[in-house]
């Protein structure tokens, strides 16, 4: 896939922006706040109809305006498609494919996909499972529809079973309906585990050898995943888990009561990264969690290849910086396939890049 020229128009600080772009790596420079990020914030948003940093959609309005507007002609599954966006600071939006209407975010993500790397990313890597299981849903609710289904089906569940748990001291009839809870969780669970298991069986072939490959055969990444303990085998069908985890539930049952929480399931899922066999999480410096990361993400991107058979756009914001030379090497004319934004503040690296053109920003415009 790829995105052969944007046109944008009062979205964040751009007046108007109208620019190809080159079909491997475009390397866009400029020093802060000139709209780099919010270059790449509009080409994800083609992809997802979401923002990995606005809440609400206003935000990308320029301030004081009332509507902003990306279009693009893009390249996927070869053919081209001009995806239209229409923001309004007072109506809904309006997505579009070829001049038909898309109804959902869904349809657009049919259409076009693109794999970000943002700084806030490195969470990924610092912070607590929970944004290890994120990144997890988020790639495979891309690529297994079921899996989509499952999770939020999970969530709901989840919210309502803890419902039950909260108020259960004061009206303990709720408790009744427990068991029916427990039951489709680990139902839904068994879903989650079984996917979790295999798409990190891929993670676990694939990345590592990216890394090692970014790192310059320095080192080594490991990851493992860890899941109710009950559980011998994630990969097999959830039918067979299901016991499992029922057996799970049962021992924690009135843990659960008396602590008023979920303890037992998926939603307690940790992916364990390791690098040179020292947990990344607490050990690793900041080149080796930003290597860490982009690694996991360009892994993604690769089982997304074998998948579809497709290059998602692969958009790097500020990934340079506290990388040294051959990690930035490897950054800017080893990755292979596909098309590459990178963005960065100092313009020495253009000079470095082989394959691929490079862009100047200056307060919303190229030069
Ligand atoms: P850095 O190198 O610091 O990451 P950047 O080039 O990535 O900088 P951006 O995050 O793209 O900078 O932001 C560029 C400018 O856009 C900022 O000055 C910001 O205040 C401005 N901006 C953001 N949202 C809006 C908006 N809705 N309307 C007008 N300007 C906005
Ligand atoms: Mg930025």
Redesign the pocket.
């Known amino acids: 896939m790829t995105v052969d020229s944007i046109c944008l128009d009062f979205f964040?600080?751009y007046v108007h922006l109208e620019t190809k772009f080159h079909p491997r790596v475009n390397v866009i420079v400029?020093?802060?706040?000139?709209?780099?990020?919010?270059?790449l914030e509009a080409i994800a948003y083609l992809s997802s109809a979401s923002s990995h940093r606005a809440r609400y959609d206003k935000?990308?309005?320029?301030?004081k305006m009332d509507s902003a507007f990306i279009t693009s002609q893009v390249l996927s599954r070869g053919l081209n498609f001009t995806l239209e966006i229409e923001l309004y600071r007072h109506a809904r939006r309006q997505l579009r494919s070829n001049g038909i209407r898309l109804k959902t975010a869904g349809e657009l993500s049919g259409l076009f996909n693109t794999v970000l790397f943002c700084p806030e990313d490195l969470y990924l890597i610092r912070e607590g499972a929970e944004a290890r299981r994120r990144f997890l849903d988020s790639c495979i609710c891309q690529l297994r529809p079921k899996y989509a289904i499952a999770l939020a089906e999970y969530k709901r569940l989840y919210q309502h079973k803890l419902r039950i748990l909260r108020d259960g001291s004061e009206y303990p009839d709720l408790l009744d309906t427990l068991n029916e809870f427990s039951l489709r969780m680990a139902q839904c669970g068994a879903v989650l585990i079984h996917y979790r298991a295999h798409f990190i069986k891929r993670l676990q072939q694939v990345t590592p050898v990216i890394h090692r490959e970014c790192s310059g055969d320095r080192e080594h990444l490991t990851m493992e995943y860890q899941t109710v303990s009950t559980v011998t085998n994630p990969e097999q069908p959830p039918k067979v888990l299901l016991p499992a985890l029922l057996d799970h539930q049962e021992r924690h049952r009135q843990a659960e009561i008396d602590s008023r929480s979920c303890l037992s399931g998926p939603h307690k899922d940790e992916l364990i990264i390791n690098i040179d066999g020292s947990y990344a999480k607490s050990y690793a410096s900041q080149g080796q969690t930003r290597t860490a990361v982009l690694a996991l993400k360009l892994a993604a991107r690769d089982i997304f290849f074998q998948e579809t058979g497709e290059w998602p756009v692969l958009l790097l914001d500020?990934v340079l910086s506290e990388l040294d030379a051959r990690r930035q090497e490897f950054v800017l004319n080893h990755i292979a396939n596909g098309q590459v934004f990178i963005?960065c503040?100092e313009d020495g690296v253009s000079a470095r890049l082989k394959e691929g053109s490079v862009f100047h920003?200056k307060e919303g415009t190229l030069v």
């Open positions: 964040r600080n400029g020093e802060n706040a000139q709209g780099k990020t919010n270059l935000e990308l309005i320029q301030h500020d963005t503040c920003m």
